[in-house]
């Protein structure tokens, strides 16, 4: 399918795909035009939502070449890794939060 076929069946903007196309996450090139498949179309909720957990595209092309070419431990493990970094996130951002409320209840104690 073209790009607009594309824009007209997700609901994203051209930008957007062209920037997963550009970055190899999805479509082909066939005869000097970008043409994508129904797969595509499938994965792209998936990259909106890595994207969105902070994945790059490089891992997330890794992560489709493992789903799709059936290495399915090694694409748990990138989700994994993922995970991990998203938990680690999670921990810096609770110290943060305690310093502030530390920082709220000093402030407090002063009025």
Do not use: P
């Amino acid at each position: 399918m073209t790009l607009r076929e594309m824009v007209a069946l997700t609901g994203l903007s051209e930008n957007e795909l062209n920037g997963y196309y550009k970055d190899g996450l999805i479509g082909t090139e066939e005869g000097g035009t970008a043409r994508f498949s129904a797969q595509d179309a499938r994965d792209i909720g998936l990259i909106r939502t890595l994207k969105g957990f902070g994945m790059t595209s490089e891992k997330i092309s890794q992560y489709f070449d493992c789903l799709h070419g059936g290495v399915l431990y090694e694409a748990a493990d990138i989700l994994w890794e993922l995970r991990k970094k998203l938990l680690d996130d999670i921990h810096e951002g609770q110290a943060s939060l305690d310093t502030l409320d530390c920082i709220i209840r000093v402030t407090e104690h002063r009025i």
